[in-house]
């Protein structure tokens, strides 16, 4: 077998990527361990948040992003259920009220639409948190919805209509390495020889780059989410809490409190079918995908003090997913000097969704030799950022016995 | 009956109102799991989470499986649960979920 592209995982990410590629005019090979879709892509909620994005290189690749999906949308043969909806990050406590506003008076200057709401303009704009012990909001009106099995689903149908083939429930032996020069990738169903190789494993990036003697500084963090029953319509935007936006971005600043340490941030969102996605936490706990008691009340508890109207809402199933995780919250979208013929795009944490339409774009202009039209700054995105002694000190740190 | 008896357009998830022919068209396209099935027609997602179908859908994956399949786990809660019982429930305890 021969392809230019080799792209190894079949998430969100590797799935765009095979489908920019395979639009770009270059002979693709997906290659997955599973099927697509078998991990953190399909264990996730529907937002695509630009308000939990920090100013700078992310915000402006979620931007970038989310224009992208309703052109997709008119060339994808599946409905991705793309939908403008906001979100309103609901604030607790006087104390947020300050980080609050710093962060939304950086996010403006960013470009977003972010404005302070106190509690009455809160609960008129979302009558569900009626009753809830609250200071104030944020609130965005560019944030959107989206379908994660149907957008993955909808690049995979597209890549294969450009030719793109799937070799799925295949495992990897080896890759061929030679000068220096990735030319191929050994699989159990055969050799694949290619130009390029696309590491978008996901929380299981680390693994592949071992067997290419580079580590890749990700690690899963582990969210839980309750699904609900459906019910009509309950809330008009996302809805998070400040405490969400300090769990994804500062646990360092996060107390010792059980909430705290699980990570605990409040994240809502309703399906087209009207199930509500309710989470979540943020913890690392190795490849642990369990749900746990203790989480899934904690996040009852903190969900419905917010969101009073959802005391009544049953829950009918739980499930957890792990987040790629990098040292500095940013994804790996890099080529290696070392190694010609690798591009690594992973460690996207929770903004596959967000970022995937402009990750499979630069992964294909990477390759073809082009400058990235995004104009993403690439540099901040690269392996290289990390040295030798902070990849170290993450694994030591995130290290699950 | 058997699974692979019933006619093409039967309701095998009825909960999501998903066919027989959906559910055989993803094999068709090398789905060889549950969570496969699940991830590609919304089968064994909806409130009865899999109680009848999930047998059903087995069986049909049966004949394509080389080897034992992986079987999913499953995730509480055991029959549907109201969040304002959850939150009330100890974090530790044994009661309620």
Request: proline share 4%; glycine share 8%; hydrophobic share 40%.
């Amino acid at each position: 077998m021969h392809a230019d592209v080799v792209v190894v995982g079949g998430g969100v990410i590797g799935n765009a990527a095979a489908f920019y590629c395979a639009r770009a005019g270059m002979s693709v090979i997906l290659v997955e361990q599973q099927d697509i879709l078998n991990g953190t892509s399909s264990a996730c909620d529907t937002a695509i948040h630009l308000q939990s994005k920090s100013p700078g290189v992310h915000l402006a690749m979620a931007l970038n992003s989310i224009k992208k999906y309703p052109v997709l949308q008119k060339e994808f043969d599946i409905d991705i259920h793309f939908k403008i909806t906001g979100t309103m990050l609901a604030i607790q406590r006087e104390e947020q009220l300050e980080v609050m506003k710093s962060f939304a008076a950086r996010q403006q200057a960013a470009g977003l639409n972010v404005s302070l709401l106190d509690t009455v303009q809160t609960i008129a704009k979302q009558p569900a948190m009626k009753g809830a012990e609250l200071v104030g909001s944020t609130y965005c009106d560019q944030d959107a919805t989206i379908h994660p099995q149907n957008l993955t689903k909808a690049y995979y149908f597209g890549a294969m209509k450009y030719g793109a083939k799937y070799l799925l429930h295949t495992v990897i032996r080896s890759f061929r390495i030679e000068d220096n020069c990735l030319t191929g990738v050994d699989t159990d169903q055969g050799m694949i020889s290619c130009r390029w190789v696309v590491n978008a494993g996901g929380v299981f990036a680390p693994f592949i780059g071992k067997m290419m003697g580079l580590d890749i500084p990700i690690v899963p963090r582990r969210g839980q989410i309750l699904v609900t029953e459906p019910v009509p319509k309950l809330t008009n935007t996302i809805v998070n809490c400040a405490k969400y936006i300090a769990a994804k971005f500062r646990p360092d600043l996060l107390g010792n409190s059980v909430e705290d340490q699980l990570g605990i941030g409040l994240s809502l969102t309703q399906t087209e079918r009207g199930n509500l996605l309710l989470g979540g936490t943020r913890e690392f706990v190795g490849y642990n995908t369990k749900t746990t008691r203790q989480a899934m009340v904690l996040i009852a508890r903190h969900g419905t003090a917010i969101i009073p109207a959802l005391k009544q809402i049953n829950i009918i199933r739980s499930f957890a997913g792990l987040r790629p995780y990098t040292p500095d919250s940013l994804p790996i979208i890099s080529t290696v000097p070392e190694l010609k013929g690798l591009v690594v795009a992973a460690g996207h944490e929770g903004d596959g969704l967000a970022l995937s339409a402009v990750t499979g774009e630069m992964v294909s202009e990477i390759i073809a030799g082009q400058p990235v039209s995004s104009g993403i700054d690439l540099s901040q995105l690269s392996l290289a950022r990390f040295s030798r002694e902070d990849i170290d000190r993450f694994y030591r740190k995130y290290a699950v016995a | 009956m058997k699974a692979e008896d019933l006619q093409e357009e039967i309701i095998i998830c009825r909960c999501q109102e998903v066919t027989k022919a959906e559910v055989q068209q993803a094999i068709g396209q090398g789905c060889r799991s549950l969570k496969g099935i699940k991830n590609r027609t919304e089968a064994m997602m909806g409130l009865c989470q899999g109680r009848t179908c999930r047998r059903l859908i087995e069986r049909m994956l049966a004949p394509y499986q080389q080897q034992a399949p992986v079987t999913p786990s499953y995730r509480p809660p055991v029959r549907t649960l109201s969040l304002h019982t959850l939150a009330e429930a100890k974090e530790d305890g044994e009661d309620a979920c």
